[in-house]
């Protein structure tokens, strides 16, 4: 079981739509099939004799109300993305989840993730969509009921992967360690699985240090803009160059990470062709 922080959004219907797989559309009814899980204070918003199921446009502008509700509500950094996504991916020898145990493991994710706090009145709006076999999106709005904003926890990474390693041995799924197989050798790189996760950590784009950073100076960079005199100008756009490296330190580090964190390629061992064939095959087209 793999989780995976998508890149935040102003607008829910790409990630709603990039979750079912098609077009957000107003004549799809979405029913508990597909949203199996969905932020606990919803019941009350809605009427006994309200339908029961909801279009995937509905869903779409239900998550993005928040934002229409708190014009003025904005993150650290001053952007206005606040539709946060979420995915999760099993291993394709998994077996299949039943309805429940997609619930189970959509409200886990939504708790280690901080979207969904026990016990808070005003947290925040979000769904569980599992349209995909053997995958499952979480997306939320991080605008609070209170019109506050919900910050993220700093080691969301690490606390996500380590709910996964809880839920696949809870629900008796393949863990990621042994997912090689039966009979597989092959030990973890443990040494370069925590460098990647560090540098995942440095690269995350919703709560890493070069993003906040960035924010800063981005933030920085539009107040001075805005200042009469050519000098704050051109200090606006030296600013708005250095936010765009680090933007690019961001990229590079996230792929080295992706790098350190892929599996090695298992090679087959061939068995040696005639030298005919392979002379043949070395004046093939």
């Not at 309200?50 to 509905?58: D, F, G, H, V």
């Not at 969301?156 to 799924?173: K, M, P, S, V, Y």
Request: glycine share 6%; with cysteine; aromatic share 4%.
């Amino acid at each position: 079981m793999i989780p995976r922080v998508n890149e935040r959004t102003i607008s829910a219907h790409d990630p709603l739509s990039e979750a079912l797989g098609r077009a957000v559309i107003a004549e799809e009814g979405l029913t508990e099939h597909t949203i199996v899980a969905y932020w606990p204070a919803l019941d009350s918003y809605t009427l006994d004799d309200e339908q029961a199921t909801w279009s995937a446009l509905q869903w779409a502008d239900h998550l993005e109300d928040p934002l229409f509700e708190n014009p003025f509500a904005a993150s650290p950094r001053g952007d206005r993305q606040a539709i946060a996504h979420l995915d999760v991916r099993l291993h394709p020898d998994d077996r299949d989840l039943s309805g429940a145990e997609w619930a189970e493991t959509a409200h886990r994710f939504a708790r280690a993730a901080g979207i969904e706090v026990p016990g808070d009145v005003n947290s925040c709006r979000w769904i569980a969509v599992q349209a995909k076999p053997g995958r499952l999106d979480i997306i939320a709005n991080l605008i609070r009921l209170d019109g506050t904003w919900q910050h993220p926890p700093v080691d969301l990474g690490r606390r996500l992967n380590d709910e996964a390693r809880r839920i696949e041995q809870d629900l008796h799924l393949i863990p990621v360690a042994t997912s090689d197989g039966p009979g597989s050798t092959r030990s973890l790189p443990t040494a370069s699985a925590q460098l990647a996760d560090l540098l995942t950590q440095l690269a995350d784009e919703q709560s890493g240090p070069l993003a906040t950073v960035r924010g800063l100076i981005e933030h920085t960079a539009h107040r001075l803009a805005h200042q009469a005199g050519a000098a704050g100008s051109d200090t606006a756009r030296r600013l708005e160059l250095i936010a765009t490296r680090l933007h690019h330190v961001q990229e590079d580090l996230d792929a080295t990470a992706g790098r350190l964190a892929a599996p090695p390629r298992l090679r087959t061992a061939l068995a040696p062709a005639p030298p005919a064939t392979r002379a043949s095959a070395r004046h093939a087209p």
